[in-house]
């Protein structure tokens, strides 16, 4: 297996040349390189012409009664990097803020032991480009990346966590990250003069008024026992003080742990623009788009095994996390095919997707060889 100070180099290399979503062709140059310093003997791979980023390894067992998936993603955020560290980005306004340097290096760690000891199950490595933003693994399941020998009978990943101590290992039952939709809303009117209001339809006026009506819609259309999230973020309407905007333009996301609750904000959504729209002679259009980003929610039966594993294996440091309102395309995949999502501690101050963000190279030490650990424990049952 890959020493740690080779890990660490191989991180710092991605972590220089960060590449946006569908655009990370050096990064998967750099990936093939290392591998190719692998032992073939039982390795083979999968391209797809219309995702060329994407990179499926296969390792062939030895005695395989199942095929297990074990997905890292590739891309990085268009965030300009504040680290000051002495690897830092080297492409302008693109960063590895989301830690996928990490996931790339963790998979690729435990690829090598593999390619050196043959493992008793068929094992497919899914390097995944456009995670943050394309769904690229929606994308990839369409392409058919996944058919005959290919598919996984069950898959595996993980996702960087601050939060938690350097190599810890979190996880819980059922949804561990949120599903998300992106919204954008768009209203039209008259526009005027500000000195004769009576002549226009003012389209400043009527987002205050629908943005204030869609705020309501957790507190009061959402059990509050459940969570839910609505959040505008963005809105731009008008272009002079005395001028009457015949035009407003809102975003925002919505976040939910079940499919159910996203698709009950998404209705209401669209009933609430549609009302308040006609309350003020303005047309709207609404578009909700979700994409791949489906709630991560974990097999019942496979997370239960993999928490088994993780809590009383003596050299993991396991913590039972809560669900997170953040977003991850790998739940479109455990739609398809079931599987286990887990975090992997990375202790830093800063979270996810900041400038600052810089994870613990500490967690790199432990992580590659506890995954090993469960993945020949899971094959031995």
């Excluded at 957790?218 to 059990?223: A, G, H, P």
């Excluded at 005395?242 to 669209?270: C, F, H, P, W």
Aim: hydrophobic share 40%.
């Amino acid at each position: 297996m890959l020493s740690q100070p080779q890990r660490v180099a191989i991180r710092r290399e991605f972590h220089q040349h960060p590449e946006l979503a569908l655009e990370e062709v050096e990064t998967k140059q750099r990936i093939q390189k290392i591998i190719a310093g692998f032992n073939q003997q039982y390795l083979s791979f999968k391209h797809l012409d219309a995702l060329p980023t994407a990179l499926l390894v296969r390792v062939e067992g030895s005695n395989p009664k199942r095929t297990i998936g074990y997905r890292a993603d590739m891309d990085a955020l268009p965030v300009v990097e504040q680290t000051g560290l002495e690897f830092a980005s080297k492409n302008a306004g693109k960063m590895h803020a989301c830690g996928h340097d990490i996931h790339l290096t963790v998979a690729l760690s435990i690829l090598s032991y593999y390619a050196d000891n043959q493992p008793t199950d068929n094992l497919i490595f899914f390097f995944q480009p456009a995670e943050e933003s394309e769904n690229g693994g929606k994308i990839a399941y369409e392409l058919g990346a996944f058919e005959g020998q290919w598919r996984p009978d069950e898959f595996y990943g993980l996702h960087d966590n601050p939060d938690l101590k350097a190599g810890a290992i979190g996880c819980c039952q059922g949804t561990l990250f949120a599903g998300t939709t992106e919204v954008d809303i768009e209203l039209k009117g008259k526009g005027g003069h500000a000195a004769f209001p009576h002549t226009a339809n003012d389209m400043v006026v009527a987002s205050a008024y629908l943005i204030t009506q869609l705020q309501t819609i957790v507190s009061r259309n959402i059990n509050p026992l459940e969570s839910g999230v609505l959040t505008l973020g963005k809105i731009q309407s008008g272009t002079i003080r005395n001028v009457i905007a015949d035009k407003a333009v809102i975003q925002g996301t919505v976040r939910g742990l079940t499919q159910t609750m996203i698709e009950a904000i998404n209705e209401r959504i669209k009933t609430i623009c549609e009302f308040t729209a006609k309350s003020f002679n303005a047309d709207v259009q609404v578009t909700l788009n979700q994409g791949g980003y489906l709630p991560v929610e974990n097999d019942d039966k496979l997370t239960a095994q993999f928490i088994e594993f993780m809590s009383t294996h003596q050299d993991v440091n396991f913590v039972e996390t809560t669900p997170a309102m953040t977003g991850e395309d790998f739940g479109y995949l455990l739609s398809k095919i079931p599987g286990t999502m887990f975090w992997l501690g990375v202790e830093d101050t800063h979270p996810l997707h900041s400038e600052y963000f810089s994870p613990s190279e500490e967690a790199l030490k432990t992580a590659p060889e506890t995954i090993v650990a469960f993945l020949n424990w899971r094959m031995s049952r």
